[in-house]
C-alpha cells in the first residue's frame, strides 16, 4: 500500500505515471491545479493485483486539519 497526502504536489498524477495511464484515460485518477481530491480513492496497479495505490487529499487544509487527518485515512482504508 502506498498513500500520498501532501498537498498539491501532483499525487494523482504520480498515481497515473505508476499505473502507465495518462489523465483522461479510463481509470485514470483525476487530475486537476488545485485541490483536487477531496475523498480517499483507491486504484489498482494493473500488473499487481496486491498493490493498491490510494489518492488522499491534502493534509493541513481547513477541511482536512492536520489535527484530524490520519485518523480519518486510517478509518477510512482498508488496511488499517
Excluded at 49 to 65: A, Q, R, W
Amino acid at each position: 500500500m502506498f498513500a500520498f497526502y501532501f498537498l498539491c504536489i501532483g499525487k494523482s498524477s504520480l498515481i497515473n505515471t505508476l499505473r502507465g495511464l495518462k489523465p483522461g484515460s479510463d481509470g485514470a485518477a483525476k487530475v486537476c491545479e488545485v485541490e483536487c481530491t477531496q475523498e480517499i480513492a483507491e486504484y489498482p496497479d494493473p500488473t499487481h493485483p496486491n498493490l493498491i495505490y490510494y489518492d488522499l487529499p491534502g493534509v493541513g487544509t481547513p477541511k482536512f486539519s492536520r489535527s484530524e487527518y490520519f485518523n480519518m485515512i486510517k478509518n477510512q482504508t482498508k488496511h488499517n
